[in-house]
Structure formats: structure tokens, C-alpha cells
């Protein structure tokens, strides 16, 4: 309920056009939120370090933190075990990482402290690594008639229906039954439950689990794990609860954390594991989660689709694929520079006009008709010379340095033994966050 006008905080928020609306504490104009601070030393809370607490009252408040019940809570589940799929730290070691988070800052000052002459020369390196794996993605817009109840919008009203939406997880779905990795069943009749057929679905940042409720819908899956850390309402689960003979678990829980070969009802079950929109190193975390530790009573892997995304987030130290980063004469440094200039792909609304990278060498357009050359000696700073690119060059080399990042991940995983590739699944006129990962039938284990 909100405060009454009379003792309502008087912090005035210019980007709402309002004041705050919540209470004000005793003996002051404004709410907690908004009250000037103590001039006593303040530091993170160990539990949630998303706010902030006095020296002094540090000791006191990690007792009754509001996560701390929470995160007890989480740590309890038998699946939980801290940073399984972080990251190896004798692989970090031996890597030569900093096992630490590089903020959006520290990358963006790590570009800006290169010479002129060493920013150009990892352009350079962009458009040579790019050049390797262009060829690798291709188009697969698809519309799989096993979804047409949703295209149709022939579904439960009470279901919330977003165009956009449904047209990606259609084309998610499509794409991992144009692999193999999914079936479709006869209309009205039960899947036969055959070696070949797919019983259950893990879905990883599943959000409120939409993708998986398609997925119910139109595959007949019989298992339903959404591995999701936070809460949300109006979820799916209480549609899919209705459906008969499907069993349904929502784990809560950081994707870093999760042993899947800890969770007993899907030991030896074959799965496909799907994600829309992981974000950042949320895809790492979901490959290793899946394709790390694989022995007799592993859940079975038939297929994944993962869409990616947020590339501007990703970490080296969780990185899936570091050594073929390296082979490609990319530094840890330089992955970091990579993972920043990815925001420039889609810092704009390009819209329609999001560019086909295919073909196109930003040294060569970086030449202007007087013939002036990329490594103008009248920019004394990488801070100039970024200033100066165009905004369809920096989106074209974002777009470049996305599709090496997920080219590692492809790799990695047709190295684990399944057959892997990158499509782009729908129209960037529809989100330019359109590239899919999706891997199936197993091919033969490589030496």
C-alpha cells in the first residue's frame, strides 16, 4: 500500500516526474533509501553485497539480513554445490587468470589504455579470427508445424501471448526438431516412449517458463525442470501442473551451483536442455553444466538450443572455451576487449538496418576517399579514434566479435561429441540477439 501524501519521502526522482513513494522514516523528510548517510564507514554486506551497511552494525545485521534465510534455504537443496560449473581453477591458473569479476569500467578502460597502434592491430585480429567462422552460421527462420496451436493462437487464453515472442521459441524449437533432438507426436495421441524419444526438458534461465510451456504443448515432453534463481509471478508452472502425466520441478538456483548428475529423478533420463536469451556467462555455465561430467548415471544429453546474448557480460574465468581463444592469438585482455566492443552491436536501434557482417572489412572501410588510413597519426588516443568510427562500424564489429565468442562455445561443445552449430533463428528486424546454439545427435566421440 502506498504512503499517504503527508508522509510520503520528499526525494524528488527527475526521471519519474515524481517524488518517492515511500514512507519517511521518523525525524526526517525522506525514506531510508534517500536519507543522508552516516558519516561512519559503510561497507558491502558479505550476504548481499547489492547493499550496504555501517561498520559498526556489520556484525548485527549479517544475523537478520533478508537473504540470509534465503540463501540457507538454497544451499540446503542435495543438487547444490558451490561454483560446480565456475569455472576450473587449476584451468584459471594454468591460463594465467585473475580469478575475479571485470566490471563494464575496467574492460572500457583497458580499451582506452591501448596505443592507437595496438587497437588497430586487434581490429585487425578480429577481422582475421571473424573470416575463419563466417562461414559457419547460417539462416534457419523456421515455423514448425508442431507449433501451429501457438501460431494459431489456439492455446488457453489465460497463457500470455507476445507475438515476437512466440515466433522465437517457435523457431527454437524447430531448429532442435530439424536436428533430431526433438519428435513430434501425433496429434491427440500419447508419445510412444521409444529409445528415440525425449522425455524431459531442462530449461536454464527459464524465467517465468514460457519456452517450456511450448515446448509441453506441441512435443509432449513428460519431464519439466526449470532451473530459474529468481522468483517470478505469473509463471507457467500452474498450466503445466495441469497437464497429466507431466512431471514438473522448478529448481531455484544459481545456474553456477547446479549439479544436474545430483538431481535424482533425472539420473540416466535422456534431456534436451534449451535457454532464451542467456545471458552472458549464463550460457557458459549451462554448457558445463550439461556436458562436463558425463559417466554412467549422468542424465543423457540428446540435444540443447541455446540462445545467447548479453555478450558484453561475459567473464574469462567462466569462459567455456578459453583454449581456442588463445589459439587464435587472442590474449585474456583482449577476450575482455572483445566482450565490450559486443554492447556496440546493439547500443542503437538499428533496427531493419542491423548490418550483415559477411563480407565486410572495417580496416578497408575505415579508408576515407582522400586516402587517409586507419592508423591516422592526428589520433593520439583510442578514446579519438572511437569517437570517430561511424555507428554502423561499431555495430558491424560488436556483431564480428559476438559470433567469435559463440564460435569457442559451438566448438567446445562438438568437441564434447555432439554435433553442433550456430544459426541465426529469426529476423534481427525482430531482435538482433538472434544467433542459436543447438547441438544433437551424437557424433562419434573425437580422439
Known sequence: MAARSGSRCNFWLPKKKRSCANTRIESSLFCGNHSQRSDGQWLPCPI????SVLQENLESHVKRCPLLKQNVALSGQVFYQKGINAGNEEEEEKMGSCYSVVTSEMKRNL????S???????IKKIEAVHCSIRNDIEDSHLSPEACNIWF???????????????????SILGNLEKIGALKRCNTNVECCEKDDDVPAVVEFGAGRGYLTQMLADCYGVKKVYLVERKSYKLKADRSLRQKENLVLERMRIDIEDLNLNAVESLQGVPYVAVGKHLC????????????????GESPVLRGLAIATCCHHLCQWKSYINKEYIIGMGISKDEFHALTWFTSWAVDDDHGSKVPSVEGIDLIASK??????????????????VVKKM???ERAVLGFKCKQIIDAGRMKWVKKHGLDSKLVKYIPASISPENTLLVAGKLSPVLA
Do not use: W
Not at 48 to 51: A, I, L, R, V
Not at 156 to 169: G, I, Y
Open 152 to 170: 494459431n493462437k489456439e492455446i488457453d487464453r489465460k497463457l500470455p501471448f507476445q507475438e515476437k515472442h512466440v515466433l522465437q521459441q517457435g
Open 48 to 51: 548481499d553485497p547489492s547493499h
Open 367 to 384: 579508408e576515407e576517399e582522400d586516402g587517409d588510413k586507419v592508423e591516422d597519426d592526428s589520433l593520439s588516443s583510442v578514446e579519438e
Open 280 to 295: 552472458g556467462p549464463a550460457t557458459d555455465l549451462s554448457l558445463r553444466c550439461c556436458l562436463s561430467r558425463q559417466d
Open 116 to 122: 592507437v597502434s595496438e587497437f588497430h592491430q586487434l
Open 111 to 114: 580499451v582506452y589504455s591501448m
Open 390 to 392: 561511424k555507428p554502423m
